[in-house]
């Protein structure tokens, strides 16, 4: 029997595809692979849009000789699983001594994403088909899948396993050469449960780790894949953080019935519809789709259309309903993001040249340095708004953290220094007024003692001075005075939150997050005040 390749018109036998298939997945997936269309149809696999830039990155990586490590932040229904399955399938079914595993979020999507295994293997070209050992609700076993391995090598298996998160139990000395974590933001236990699978991936280039989920906000089961993604946006682990926004796919999109039609719509957009519209070259069949999902999938509410269909990765975690900044405003804040153009002392993170006539402000929140909490500062230039450095360290002693924050202040001419002084912040300002540093934010407050205003040197954070430094800083992002480029603190802005937690005076980050660097930007916002509009030359 001869199989005829998909987009070639050269017959070939199955020890030339074998060759092909193994070295080439697309081309096995595309031509040996079939898929169910949401009406019920049997077709040929072909990528779509999101599936092919998937595909072009996990090349590029293998062509590095590198692991698979990726974690996909993406919007419902854009074929990540299925794109995903056909890879572990290629890998597992086409080669002996492979051990893949697919943990779903949830005993239906555990079935479905089995089914659709066992209808790529029912409908492989029967040359190619690799003989079946058996299978069951959990597991696909293949009996010697390399063609050669069957007649020199009797005996090899290879096998796909598939679980739901909460139920599957990782052996010790099992070795997995492919995981498929699906909506990880679902799982129960998620941190404990990737913790054992990943001691049995070995660290070798013919590994694939693929983690993928829509968010379900930043706390609760939502807490892990949350903050795995943060972690893969600034390089804080080995995974890839490759986000899919909606408008990436062509079926999220409704043509007009006329021209007429299109034109009155162009008439009702919002200022939201109009920024994206700008900011990421939509169609108006595009925003005419957003309309109407936002209506019949997720019942009219915005927020949730957010969630599920993201256009921003910060859109992705809005989910909170008791979040302090307003979301609007959050969202806002990605236009500023941007990437450091250098660094100072090593790992201070500059992102603005300093500039002559230019006033600034530091602000500092310290920790004990043992590993827990960050001292956090951010400098803020005076006259853009800018956020121009940041740095972040939960390891650095009070002390030297001070150091550090007179360093860049000195570096940034001078830069008024407003140092929280709760709990470790004293030894922080005993630090400064050690070094002789000159300047120093005197915070404003009323001495019940002497029945006067007065000021003192620092910033105490109290139940009354919180609530303003946290709306002031809420004024300037509405009014878009302030503009952060650290994508960690804007992140930050999103777990921040109402809390009764002792100590946080009715606001602070979420249980299991940081809110650092965030105060640190709220305590530069303060120093501003003191520093004059203009710069006023000697």
């Known amino acids: 029997m001869k199989i005829m390749p998909k987009n070639t018109t050269k017959e070939k036998t199955g020890?030339?595809?074998?060759?092909?298939?193994?070295?080439?997945?697309?081309?096995?997936?595309?031509?040996?692979?079939?898929?169910?269309?949401e009406d019920q149809r049997r077709i040929l696999f072909e990528f779509n849009n999101v599936q092919n830039m998937l595909y072009q990155k996990i090349d590029a990586i293998r062509q590095q000789k590198k692991p698979v490590r990726i974690i996909i932040l993406k919007a419902r229904q854009e074929g990540v699983s299925t794109f995903t399955e056909g890879m572990i399938f290629q890998d597992t079914s086409l080669k002996p001594n492979v051990n893949s595993l697919i943990v779903a979020h949830e005993p239906e999507s555990t079935e479905a994403i089995f089914e659709m295994s066992?209808?790529?293997?029912?409908?492989?070209?029967?040359?190619?088909?690799?003989?079946?050992?058996?299978?069951?609700?959990?597991?696909?076993?293949f009996d010697n899948p390399d063609e050669k391995a069957r007649v020199e090598k009797p005996g090899l298996r290879s096998r796909i396993v598939i679980?739901?998160?909460?139920?599957?139990?990782?052996?010790?000395?099992?070795?997995?050469?492919?995981?498929?974590?699906?909506?990880?933001?679902?799982?129960?236990?998620?941190?404990?449960?990737?913790?054992s699978v990943m001691q049995a991936i070995p660290d070798l280039p013919n590994t694939m780790v693929v983690l993928e989920s829509t968010a379900n906000g930043f706390g609760g089961d939502g807490e892990y894949f949350y903050n795995m993604v943060q972690d893969a946006r600034s390089g804080k682990n080995d995974f890839e953080l490759i986000f899919l926004p909606w408008h990436l796919m062509p079926k999220y999109s409704i043509p007009f019935s006329s021209e007429e039609e299109k034109t009155k719509f162009a008439e009702t957009l919002d200022v939201y519809e109009k920024e994206i519209q700008k900011s990421f070259n939509l169609k108006l069949e595009q925003l005419n789709w957003r309309r109407w999902a936002i209506k019949n999938k997720c019942g009219g509410d915005t927020?949730?259309?957010?969630?599920?269909?993201?256009?921003?990765?910060?859109?992705?975690?809005?989910?909170?309903?008791?979040?302090?900044?307003?979301?609007q405003h959050i969202e806002a804040q990605r236009k500023f993001i941007r990437e450091p153009i250098d660094k100072l002392d090593g790992d201070v993170l500059i992102y603005g040249h300093v500039k002559n006539n230019h006033y600034y402000s530091l602000g500092g929140d310290p920790s004990e340095g043992a590993g827990r909490d960050d001292s956090a500062f951010t400098v803020i230039d005076k006259m853009t708004g800018r956020e121009v450095a940041h740095y972040a360290n939960n390891r650095i002693p009070p002390d030297l953290f001070a150091k550090k924050m007179v360093k860049t202040a000195e570096y940034f001419q001078n830069a008024i220094i407003v140092p929280e002084i709760n709990g470790h912040g004293i030894a922080v300002l005993n630090e400064l007024q050690k070094l002789e540093y000159p300047n120093i934010f005197r915070q404003r407050y009323y001495d019940h003692t002497s029945k006067q205003w007065t000021r003192r040197l620092g910033w105490k954070t109290t139940k009354i001075t919180k609530p303003l430094m946290v709306d002031e800083f809420k004024e300037g992002l509405r009014e878009e005075e302030i503009g952060m480029?650290?994508?960690?603190?804007?992140?930050?802005?999103?777990?921040?939150?109402?809390?009764?937690?002792?100590?946080?005076?009715?606001?602070?980050?979420?249980?299991?997050?940081?809110?650092?660097?965030?105060?640190?930007?709220?305590?530069?916002?303060?120093?501003?005040?003191?520093?004059?509009?203009?710069?006023?030359?000697?």
């Open 15 to 37: 020890s030339d595809l074998y060759a092909e298939w193994v070295e080439i997945p697309r081309s096995f997936i595309e031509s040996a692979l079939q898929i169910k269309t």
């Open 118 to 141: 066992k209808l790529f293997y029912d409908m492989m070209p029967k040359l190619i088909r690799p003989l079946k050992r058996y299978d069951n609700k959990k597991q696909l076993v």
């Open 163 to 195: 679980a739901t998160a909460g139920k599957v139990k990782i052996g010790r000395g099992l070795t997995i050469h492919n995981f498929h974590g699906s909506e990880v933001a679902f799982w129960k236990d998620g941190k404990e449960l990737m913790l």
């Open 303 to 327: 927020d949730k259309f957010k969630q599920e269909y993201p256009i921003t990765i910060e859109e992705a975690f809005v989910a909170s309903a008791s979040t302090v900044i307003p979301k």
């Open 485 to 538: 480029s650290s994508a960690a603190t804007v992140g930050q802005m999103l777990t921040f939150v109402h809390t009764n937690e002792a100590g946080h005076h009715g606001m602070g980050a979420e249980t299991g997050q940081k809110d650092d660097r965030l105060i640190s930007a709220m305590l530069a916002w303060q120093g501003l005040k003191d520093l004059p509009s203009e710069f006023i030359h000697d």
